[in-house]
């Protein structure tokens, strides 16, 4: 079952002038960061009742959001959206005939999740996320981008693709 939108990631080419537009909107930025990781930069709105806006910048070629940003331009790169059981529900699409492009079954507190192959849902990737949205401190706690990372190498029992 779905509980609701945990965050929304847009895909941007000038974070520096979206953070100065979306300012001038009135929003305020919790959390903005270089992610070396990933090779990008990221800046958050949370909101009060829950969920985030993820702005994020590649700040090197070759990775998701650079491609994004070639294949469709700036705007939604995926949506999360909260579930009440990940295993049930990724079981239940599979048979719809969706695949994951990764699952990710991480100890507690991090809460599993997994993507939908963009290919099947209109070009958006849709993340499904255990739980409803849990912003702690101004980002997310089901991963940060860092333990993302982690949880891709095989060490760390990914159960999805790199």
Not at 3 to 20: F, P, W, Y
Not at 27 to 48: L, M, Q
Not at 53 to 58: D, G, K, L, N
Request: glycine share 10%; charged share 20%; with cysteine.
């Amino acid at each position: 079952m779905y509980l609701g939108i945990d965050h929304i990631v847009m895909a941007v080419r000038d974070l520096d002038k979206v953070v100065q537009t979306y300012r001038k909107l009135g929003f305020e930025f919790t959390n903005i960061r270089d992610v070396v990781s990933i090779g990008a930069r990221t800046a958050e709105i949370t909101f009060p009742g829950g969920g985030y806006i993820e702005f994020i910048m590649p700040t090197q070629p070759n990775n998701f959001i650079y491609h994004h940003l070639q294949k469709h331009g700036e705007g939604i790169a995926s949506m999360a959206l909260g579930i009440d059981d990940t295993r049930a529900t990724l079981q239940r699409l599979e048979q719809a005939g969706f695949r994951a492009k990764e699952t990710h079954f991480p100890p507690r507190p991090m809460r599993p999740w997994f993507v939908l192959d963009e290919s099947l849902t209109h070009g958006v990737a849709l993340e499904c996320v255990d739980g409803p949205c849990q912003v702690k401190g101004g980002y997310n706690s089901y991963t940060g981008w860092e333990d993302r990372q982690k949880l891709r190498n095989p060490q760390h029992g990914n159960q999805g693709k790199a």
